[in-house]
């Protein structure tokens, strides 16, 4: 069996982990703006391929500013843009997070199913000898009449 898991740091380093990731988010409080589940949808928003329309329509109002009406100013749009791009930043820097985490899951997840298949099945074995077992295993057996994937075919351990 080759572990993923080699080694398993201190909880205090993930607590660490935690505390430092939901402080991160303390700079943006002030600039936090919460959109409704009613006003998601329709929304006309920068999808895909539309950065690059907009940066567009950007350059040709910085170049003809006496274009626009008197009320716009192209450097909001630039300063919207450019707020866009730093932004763009932290969600890829998140997301670089968030998939290291999600690995290390399921690493941990995979050796967890692992152990538990082995121990189950020497368990199985020694529940013969030992009444006492023999009953501790029936919420096992309950669990897996109850969870089991009824619809494989292929048997799988935990359905022995």
Known sequence: MRKFILSIPAKAVTDTYTATITGA????????????DDKKPGMRTMAEGREGYARLISRIATQFPDAL??????????????????????????????????????GASADIMTLADRYKSNLEISR??????????RDVDTWNSRFANKGNDNKSPDKE
């Not at 843009?81 to 690995?103: F, H, K, V, W």
């Not at 000898?129 to 295993?137: G, R």
């Open 25 to 36: 988010l303390t700079p943006l409080t002030p600039y936090k703006i919460n959109l409704t």
């Open 128 to 137: 013969q000898n030992d009444t006492a077992l023999d009953l501790a295993m």
């Open 69 to 106: 009406s008197r009320a716009d100013n192209p450097a909001e749009l630039n300063g919207l843009l450019d707020y866009y791009s730093n932004l763009e930043g932290n969600r890829m820097a998140i997301l670089q997070n968030l998939e290291t985490i999600e690995e290390i899951q399921l």
